[in-house]
């Protein structure tokens, strides 16, 4: 039976999420292709009387379709085990887990015990974090061992397995990203001659800009040279709304506003699964942000999950809760998924 494999990217991970910088916005430009709203347009407070969210109409995230992202638990998956976990998530309300490395520090688990684990507790593996390249020819990663990466997605059943890594291998140029966009292609088709998806997580700064094309947003690149049957997106929503506050400027500091949520609009099918984390507007935070549970910010997630859930294909999407750095990662499971389980069509809030 197959060992689970570690993540060799989490502290990366982290790292990137707080400061990585492609020129800290120094390149800012116009943006490539129509958006309108600005960081504002988020506000309508989201706070967590779950009894004032509750409305009409069914819920705004289906049953089968509410995850987490299992870095948001790694300290109670080291301390009392993926069993213990996945029994607390089951009786929160959730469906799905994202992984982010097989092991998180537990030691010996194979992927058929992890497999079993889940099914136990009524839960389904929907995706996974796994590394993009690294220069150890080695190392766990899409470059370095496909194969590999994509057998054990298989194993645990997977629909999804993809990256949190940017397309920075080869700079922040258009042509830089645009090799990297091949590259992606090559691991969708890889992934999906398996039957599953690839798909590629954003943080703020895939919304920068290139260093050669002041005037091209770099997800946009992202976006233009990869196939959409191949290569999926999960939107990080913060993150894209950090974005939306460090990359709405030009250098000159005119506006090159964007509003995440246009980007699904245009194309919900590359979207097949979010990540949901809140943040309250904080100008006097470099991101604009400060995290908080989901339900607890003023990023307006009825507002969100309304107009994707309105789209064609709008009730297949998956709803991936995330926190990187919970004070209390339990109560930031259990408060954030009865937040969103409280949220109605055509409620109010």
Request: with cysteine; charged share 25%.
């Amino acid at each position: 039976m197959k060992r689970a494999q570690e993540h060799p990217e989490l502290a990366e991970t982290l790292r990137r999420r707080r400061f990585l910088g492609v020129a800290a916005g120094a390149t800012a430009a116009t943006l490539v292709g129509t958006a309108t709203a600005t960081a504002a347009q988020t506000g309508t407070s989201a706070r967590s009387d779950t009894s004032a969210h509750k409305g009409r109409g069914g819920p705004l995230v289906p049953r089968g379709h509410l995850g987490i992202q299992l870095y948001t638990l790694r300290d109670q998956v080291r301390s009392i085990g993926f069993a213990q976990v996945f029994k607390e998530l089951a009786r929160y309300g959730y469906d799905q887990v994202e992984f982010a490395g097989y092991t998180q520090g537990t030691g010996d688990i194979t992927l058929g015990q992890l497999k079993r684990l889940m099914r136990d507790h009524g839960l389904r593996g929907i995706g996974s974090h796994v590394g993009y390249y690294s220069d150890d020819p080695k190392a766990y990663s899409f470059a370095t061992n496909l194969t590999q990466v994509l057998d054990d997605a298989e194993a645990l059943g997977l629909p999804h397995v993809g990256t949190a890594s940017g397309p920075w291998r080869y700079g922040s140029t258009v042509d830089g990203w645009k090799r990297c966009a091949e590259e992606f292609n090559t691991y969708g088709a890889a992934a999906k001659a398996r039957g599953m998806k690839f798909y590629q997580h954003n943080h703020a700064e895939e919304f920068s800009f290139a260093t050669d094309r002041p005037d091209v947003r770099l997800y946009d690149v992202l976006l233009a040279e990869t196939d959409p049957e191949l290569v999926h997106l999960e939107m990080d929503i913060y993150w894209a709304y950090v974005a939306q506050y460090r990359f709405g400027k030009k250098v000159d500091g005119s506006p090159a506003p964007f509003e995440p949520l246009d980007y699904v609009l245009r194309a919900p099918h590359r979207y097949p699964l979010f990540h949901v984390k809140d943040g309250e507007h904080d100008e006097t935070a470099t991101d604009g942000y400060r995290m908080v549970d989901v339900g607890d910010g003023d990023i307006d997630y009825r507002r969100f999950l309304t107009a994707v859930g309105r789209t064609h294909g709008g009730r297949r999407h998956h709803w991936m809760v995330e926190h990187d750095e919970p004070a209390d990662s339990l109560t930031t499971a259990r408060r954030s998924a009865r937040y969103l389980r409280s949220l109605r069509c055509g409620g109010r809030g």
